[in-house]
């Protein structure tokens, strides 16, 4: 168990195909790096930056502590909903006191959402074929 005297702490967060591993730094500036990248460059849309950012918003800690991720995987959408599951579950190991909290908000929810797979004799997973008289 991490204490809140430990520098940092990580978890991972998947949703779909996507998995993101997280590492949370005390004593930053509020960064957000992801890949390499800062959150800024590697996801452009405001909804997803927002989306990433609101498990440390809802905490109040978006500014003092730096976020790390490695995120592959699925698309842009559903790495951001993985960054937030991990960061959400990063913050509760680094701080139990933030469960209630995240909890209530439904960031520790692993969305169990997949693709259904193809079955035989059908185009898609549930499309059949189109029925035709002549």
Known sequence: MITKADNNSRAVGRRKTAAARVKITVGGK???TINGRPLE???GHKLWQDKVKSALKVVGREKDLDVSVKTAGGGLSAQADAIRHGIARALIKWNPE????LKAEGFLTRD????ERKKFG???ARRGHQ????
């Open 41 to 43: 460059k590697y996801l």
């Open 122 to 124: 059908l185009h898609r």
């Open 112 to 115: 169990p959402r997949e693709k």
């Open 131 to 134: 029925w035709r008289k002549r």
């Open 30 to 32: 509020g960064e957000i």
């Open 98 to 101: 933030y469960r209630p909290i």
